[in-house]
């Protein structure tokens, strides 16, 4: 029976005595020590801090007002961190389903339905500038799809900046609030007046089935539709970043001694406090590491005492 449970006894042994190791291991340099020989505590962008690892604290705000103006379609918004003017077009595209010829014996269920695969031809919106099938074919029916047409998109993006520092809105997602907005018919009509002249497709303000205004020239097969959205910033917390500076952004992805969760803090955090933190969360790490380590020792004793026995 000992000859039996001895080496199960030992491979459970070696598992924690790995564990612990790797957890010891992974804190012997003493990290938080190292931090501190690095991370620079600034209050303000900086071009002397190049990349440094910082630890700055504010509230993201837009710079000049979140203004972005999108000079070709006439229209200007502001408070934005994002902009976006993509024009559709309506085109034939060949698609494929499984359908069920038989439902075999078992009416509810499906495991021995008897399936094969059906083609279609169907209308879908792309972008009015892409590539596309000149000609879809589905048995002898021919279908030949529109030109694209040369209506480039347009996106613009709001300069969000957390005391100096440029940041991307999804590296403080959690902390800032924005809304998904449109513009009226009404709107699109008074300002988009030069490029509907200039797009020679004859586009119209219209009002979608949301409620949004759009420019439309209708909705058959080779019509086109201009979509227009922006995001606006509505509230923003502030927070902590620890990150490397990199031109005027602070860049705030893992590398060898800051890991993901420690990157963005909420609240005003000091470099005292983060490395507080640091030495908390490590001291925490290590006692898991020694006690595996004694667990691991313990089971290795008496897989050798079962041996002997």
């Known amino acids: 029976m000992a000859m039996i449970r001895w080496p199960k006894l030992l ?47 504010g509230t993201p705000q837009l710079v000049d007002g979140g203004v972005l103006t999108d000079e070709e379609a006439g229209l200007r918004v502001e408070n934005a961190t994002s902009y ?22 078992d009416k509810f269920s499906e495991v021995d339905d008897v399936k094969e695969t059906e083609y279609y031809i169907s209308t879908t919106w792309v972008n009015a500038d892409s590539t596309r099938d000149e000609v879809v074919t589905l048995g002898f029916q021919r279908y030949e799809n529109p030109g694209a047409v040369k209506l480039p998109a347009y996106h613009a993006s709001g300069d969000l900046r957390v005391s100096g520092f440029k940041v991307i809105p999804s590296d403080v997602y959690d902390y800032i609030s924005m809304v998904n907005r449109g513009f009226t018919a009404d709107e699109l009509a008074q300002a988009c007046g030069q490029y509907i002249t200039r797009s020679e497709i004859g586009l119209r303000a219209v009002t979608d089935e949301d409620g949004d205004g759009m420019l439309s020239n209708g909705d058959e097969v080779g019509c086109v539709h201009v979509l227009f959205s922006y995001t606006t910033l509505e509230d923003a917390k502030e927070v902590t970043l ?24 909420a609240g005003k955090v000091s470099k ?7 030495t908390a969360e490590d001291t925490t790490s290590r006692k898991y590491g020694i006690g595996c380590l004694v667990v691991g020792v313990i089971c290795l004793v008496l897989s050798f005492d079962l041996r002997r026995g």
């Not at 005292?272 to 640091?278: G, K, P, Q, V, W």
């Open 272 to 278: 005292e406090e983060f490395l507080d933190a640091i």
């Open 11 to 57: 491979i459970f042994s070696v598992l924690p005595l790995a564990f612990g190791a790797a957890i010891l291991l992974a804190n012997s340099s003493d990290r938080a020590k190292a931090i501190d020989e690095e991370l620079v505590e600034v209050t303000a962008f900086s071009p002397e801090n190049e990349g440094k690892l910082v630890i700055v604290s």
């Open 242 to 265: 620890v990150g490397r500076q990199r031109g005027e952004e602070l860049v705030v992805e893992d590398d060898e001694l800051v890991s993901s969760a420690e990157h963005v803090l």
């Open 84 to 105: 976006s003017r993509v024009p559709y077009q309506k085109i034939y595209k060949k698609g494929k389903r499984e359908v069920v010829v038989d439902k075999g014996e």
